[in-house]
């Protein structure tokens, strides 16, 4: 795993800015990707991954969630660590 991927909805989304926050701040390297302006970015999080709020954070095709999510964040962190 090298870096993460978060999508989210720009500045303005609280959950987005705390999202990448906590992701600095743990050393988890990652590349934004606002879906208001990438509609193909929009079209993956929605129709192919199901998601319908963000942020939405890619590790792989099979680990991904939506939402401000610590747990899932300490747990990327352990591994990132390891």
């Given at each position: 795993?090298d870096k993460?991927?978060v999508?989210?909805?720009?500045p303005s989304c609280?959950k987005?800015s ?10 988890i ?17 929605t ?11 890619v ?8 939402d ?13 660590a390891?």
């Open positions: 795993m993460l991927t999508y989210t909805t720009g609280g987005c705390m999202t990448k926050m906590m992701l600095k701040g743990k050393g390297p990652f590349v934004e990707v606002d879906i208001t302006q990438n509609p193909a970015a929009h079209e993956y999080v129709e192919e991954l199901g998601y319908s709020m963000a942020p939405v954070v590790v792989d095709d099979d680990d991904h969630w939506c401000m999510r610590p747990d899932q964040i300490d747990r990327i962190a352990a591994k990132f390891a």
